[in-house]
Structure formats: structure tokens, C-alpha cells
């Protein structure tokens, strides 16, 4: 598998359980494949509409809160006694502190000593403090910033939230004269 193949390699993967890009932007044609779109799946309670955000995050519908445990937990288990796997709740979430803190304590309810990653787009840095919350998973791209993090003060927050930050680089020509700089 490839978790192992990694490994052998001496690869840490940062392992993103929801790709936000992919249920609300560039066109319909991303929403209409993906798996959380009710008309692509047999479950009931999935989000539907024309996107999928913000219904994916609406923590009062039970149902899909269900739905979503089981996939978080599912992925938690597998990945637990891997190594090399770090477990990011996703890729640009806007979600709200209550269900960031969720996806955090559904996590570590069946793999307490899994390393676990939070990447809040939404301008709360409330979740870097939660206590089920490992690291800080920081996406930089094109010379922007978001919820506060900007090259200059990564280590501020790293020693603020008293937890190591992830520095994700998409594109390693935006940033050449940094590189390697943060600890």
C-alpha cells in the first residue's frame, strides 16, 4: 500500500480527510463526482445541495454527523499505528469551531496516539488551542496569509499555541529565500 511504500522511504504523509476546493469552487463538475453529493450516494443524510458547504459542517443534522464520524473513524483506525501518517481534518476548512473540535475528538476516541493536524481557513484560530489538536497545518501559497499565520510570525504561533506548525508549500518558487527556515 501506499502508507507502507512511504514509510520505506522514510515519508511522513500528511493524510487531509476533506478537500474543501473540491465541494465549492471551480464549477459544478467538482461537486458532481464527489461522494458527499446525495445524488452519488445511497445513503440518506448526505449534504446534497449545490455545493456541499456550509450543509457539511451543520453539526445540529445528526444523521450526517453520523455519517461522518463513521468515515473520520474508519480512516483513524486504518491509519493509527502508522508512523508516518499524520491525520489533517482537510484542505481549506471554513467550518466552525464546534465542528472542527468534532472531527478532532472523533479522531482521537479510537486513535488517541495518532498525530492530528488542524488547517482553519475560516479566521478561528480557536481550534490551534483545542487540546485534541497535535499541530497546526499552515498552507502557503502565492505570498498570501490566512487566519493570521504569515511567513514572519510562524514561530510566534508555534510558541503561542505551544505546538509545532506544518508548512505546507505548494509552490516552492513563491517563497525561495525562506525555505528551510521554519522551526
Known sequence: NRIDYAASRGIVLALHLFNEPKYECCGSNRWEGNVWNSSNNINSGTPGGSSGVPNLYDTSNSELMNYEKNYIQTIASAVQNKWNVILVNGNEITAGINWQKQVADWVKEVAP???????????????????????????????????????????????????????????????????????
Open 113 to 183: 496516539n495518532l498525530l492530528y493536524a488542524a488547517n482553519s481557513f475560516s479566521g478561528s484560530k480557536e481550534i490551534y488551542g483545542y487540546g485534541n489538536v497535535d499541530i497546526i497545518y499552515y498552507k502557503y501559497d502565492n505570498n498570501t496569509s490566512f487566519n493570521g499565520l504569515t511567513p514572519s510570525n510562524i514561530n510566534g504561533i508555534s510558541s503561542q499555541y505551544g505546538k509545532p506548525v506544518i508548512v505546507h508549500m505548494p509552490d516552492q518558487k513563491c517563497m525561495p529565500e525562506r525555505e528551510g527556515t521554519f522551526d
